[in-house]
């Protein structure tokens, strides 16, 4: 599942799923909507680039990687990746700074 309310990033993060290995991928602009997917369905990847309309997306990706069996990825800006990183870890959140490159983003994934 990708939970991004960006359209140019949701369109480059899709360029990196490609269907032999990441299908059907879900993409959804909203925490809420998020929350009410992951409980719907299990997905292997749960990639969040926050923040998010309707939040920071640091809960929603501590919750995800506890909750079920995916993997977590989640991108912050820079300012804020090491206090993010350091909240994330022990819960097995796999965290990103932005800005970020394809290459990075590839061998996050």
Known sequence: MLVSASEQ???AALRLLP???YYPV???KSLSEARR???NADFDL???NAPLRDGMGVDFAVDACSDSDAG???LVKSELYEETYYKVLPSGV???AKPTN???LAQSL
């Open 9 to 11: 990033f949701n369109a």
């Open 19 to 21: 269907m032999t290995d």
């Open 26 to 28: 879900t993409t959804v």
């Open 37 to 39: 997917t992951l409980v």
């Open 46 to 48: 749960v990639l969040v």
């Open 72 to 74: 977590v990825l989640l």
């Open 94 to 96: 796999i965290t990103l």
């Open 102 to 104: 394809a290459q990075m």
